[in-house]
């Protein structure tokens, strides 16, 4: 089973809305990440989580809160986003998140804000 | 940043007909991906090399980790309608203690029935 879940599949909200983007993975993973992929891009590593701790934030502005409850479960909280932010966000696993691990990817939410 | 250059672009073929794409980079990767994304859904991984010189295959798809570590091509043989979509690739490398996946900028492929 190398599946990554990810809830909503499709999301709208306005500039003022809470949300939050759900991700989750019974692979036994311990690493797991979000990436953002705008239209005709490549995805754009923007979190990584080893052993639920944060190991690397790209830089990405704090209307993005991840957080990952336990070593299943990946959280994107979402607060007064911008309509630049509208765009398709991926969630993806590995074993540790060690050199030469492989990153399964979720179908993605499809963000859209007004 | 390290970028690594994927080409071509997008390419248009019959059915049956061989393809070839391929990425390249100034940097040093250990790893090489090759996705294949279709519209609205997320990157599906369609072949994994872990060692410089390693030629791969996966049903019609074969791919090489070039022996400088700085490339590597993905063919797809006998090319059929499902093949269309947005194929990948990507490196690992190891930059200031952590790791990073570097994508490239993606081959639009569409087949031609």
Not at chain 1, 56 to 74: A, D, K, T
Request: aromatic share 10%; charged share 20%; net charge neutral.
């Amino acid at each position: 089973d190398t599946e990554v879940t990810q809830t909503p599949k499709h999301l709208v909200m306005g500039m003022t809305n809470k949300k939050s983007l759900k991700c989750e993975q019974h692979m036994g993973h311990r690493a797991m990440y979000w990436y953002k992929q705008k239209a005709k891009k490549p995805p754009e590593l923007m979190f990584v989580y080893s052993y639920e701790k944060l190991s690397i934030n790209e830089s990405v502005p704090s209307r993005f809160s991840p957080e990952c409850p336990n070593s299943s479960l990946l959280n994107l909280h979402l607060h007064a986003l911008q309509p630049e932010d509208s765009a398709l966000y991926l969630c993806a696993s590995s074993q540790e998140g060690r050199p030469g691990e492989t990153q399964y990817f979720g179908p993605g939410t499809r963000l859209l804000v007004l | 940043g390290q970028q690594l250059n994927q080409s071509p672009q997008s390419m248009f073929i019959q059915e049956g007909e061989d393809v070839s794409m391929n990425c390249t980079s100034s940097s040093i990767f250990n790893t090489w991906l090759w996705y294949k994304q279709d519209p609205g859904e997320g990157p599906v991984l369609l072949i994994a090399l872990y060692k410089a010189g390693e030629l791969t295959s996966n049903g019609r798809l074969t791919a090489q980790f070039g022996i400088t570590r700085k490339d590597s091509f993905l063919n797809i043989s006998a090319s059929i309608p499902s093949d269309v979509g947005i194929y990948f690739c990507a490196g690992r490398l190891t930059q200031g203690g952590s790791e990073k996946l570097v994508f490239g900028k993606g081959t639009k492929l569409t087949v031609n029935p």
